[in-house]
């Protein structure tokens, strides 16, 4: 459908020459016979383009061809109603940027006051897909682009860009960081899949590069058409494959360990319930749960520290704090096992206990200070806001600028405590 402008539009006047006028067959001079009007849309407002067209005076085979000058199709491309410009900007931001069509859309009209509907949109984006996948092909950037490398290492893995989409199947150079080819297969059979690593030997060849290896998540489909086509060339589970697979039974394992602390360390509420009577305050009403499994996500009545905050009340409450920070605390992946994490700041908490246990009892306060650090700096990963209080006063604030969590709080309140 042809592009409706608004009767009022403002149109910068382009213009355009034939730039070679000698008539191509017979090397006349060849005359103006006619103007081709066209309007599109750049990002700096809306253009007329006037074509001047061409053709010989002769009655020579170049009277019937008409010539149009040469630079029209580095501005527009034919029936597109915007330019190079626009095209291109549609282009990245959809593939490089990840928007969406109707933000593109958003975009353009409020940014370029361009108003164009969401279907030409989609049509220009897919113009823009085959332009870039036939650029990425072409084969004399490719060779350019490999010219210095020795070996080339491949990769092939499936996709689904969107759910119930047909699996895309993608074929990555490494060295180069480079996408060579993708298509979607319907049914990835091993005679499909291998006809995709087919293709990629015909690359292989045409670079006359050697493949130093081979990567997949070693589906059998990979393993049997990269073994055919690649005898020779040696073919790794890809870690990124790897540790996603072995994350899976880690992080069970580590769930059930929280689960099973979690079952030990209770009775937090109840504790806290006993402090705040003892101190008259009172206690919040909703006690009945207090010895449940504390639980992520649980909404916890805030414990306001009372004035006597070097108390051993308020220790106690401070203990209770991150303690109750420690069993919540969710964060971290395969990498960091929540459990693991929880199991290294409850045994600090417990440890950081006992030596306030032993100083009552008339430990040496020297030994105990030397035992401070062994709160370690890898439980530090963030869990959560904590409330920063005397910040610069402990030791490890000092050393790290990372935010405090409740181990490093029970450090200090222990030590608070030992000064009294
Ligand atoms: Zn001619």
Redesign the pocket.
């Known amino acids: 459908m042809p592009y409706h402008w608004p009767k009022d539009t403002d149109f910068a006047l382009w213009e355009l020459d034939v730039l070679d006028r000698d ?1 191509p ?4 001079f ?1 005359h103006i016979c006619d103007h081709r009007y066209r309007h599109f849309h750049s990002l700096e407002g809306p253009v007329e383009l006037v074509c001047k067209l061409n053709h ?3 009655a ?4 019937k061809k008409t010539i149009s000058p040469e630079l029209e199709m580095t501005i527009a491309l034919p029936k597109m109603a915007i330019a190079w410009d626009v095209f291109c900007w549609i282009g990245h931001r959809r593939f490089s940027r990840h928007w969406s069509i109707a933000q593109i859309q958003a975009e353009l009209s409020d940014q370029y006051h361009i108003k164009i509907s969401a279907d030409s949109i989609g049509r220009y984006i897919q113009s823009y897909q085959v332009m870039l996948a036939a650029r990425q092909e072409y084969p004399t950037t490719l060779r350019q682009q490999y010219k210095s490398v020795d070996e080339i290492i491949l990769c092939i893995d499936g996709l689904q860009p969107e759910k119930g989409h047909e699996t895309l199947y993608v074929v990555r150079e490494l060295t180069q960081k480079r996408v060579w080819f993708a298509e979607p297969l319907i049914s990835a059979t091993a005679q499909e899949v291998r006809r995709l690593i087919a293709r990629a030997k015909q690359w292989v060849e045409s670079l006359d590069k050697k493949v130093g290896l081979w990567l997949s998540d070693r589906q059998d489909a990979f393993v049997t058409g990269i073994a055919a086509e690649f005898p020779d060339v040696p073919h790794r589970y890809c870690d990124n494959h790897f540790l996603r697979d072995v994350a899976k039974p880690v992080l069970e394992v580590d769930s059930h360990a929280k689960v099973t602390m979690r079952k030990k360390v209770r009775g937090l509420r109840k504790i806290e319930q006993t402090v705040l009577k003892q101190q008259g305050a009172e206690a919040p009403k909703d006690m009945t749960a207090a010895d449940a499994q504390p639980t992520a996500g649980v909404e916890v009545p805030a414990v306001s520290s009372s004035p006597k905050t070097d108390s051993a009340e308020a220790v106690v409450l401070d203990y209770c704090a991150a303690v109750r920070g420690i069993v919540n605390d969710d964060q971290g992946g395969p990498l960091h096992p929540p459990g693991l994490r929880m199991a290294e700041a409850l045994s600090e908490v417990r440890e950081s206990i006992q030596r306030n246990l032993d100083e009552k009892k008339g430990g040496s306060p020297r030994s105990n200070l030397a035992a401070w650090p062994v709160v370690s700096t890898e439980v530090s990963t963030p869990c959560g806001p904590t409330t920063r209080r005397s910040e610069g006063t402990s030791r490890r604030s000092r050393k790290s600028r990372q935010p405090l969590n409740p181990e490093a709080a029970v450090v200090r309140f222990a030590r608070r405590s030992s000064r009294n």
């Open positions: 008539c067959v017979c090397g006349r060849m010989c005076p002769d020579c085979q170049g009277h």
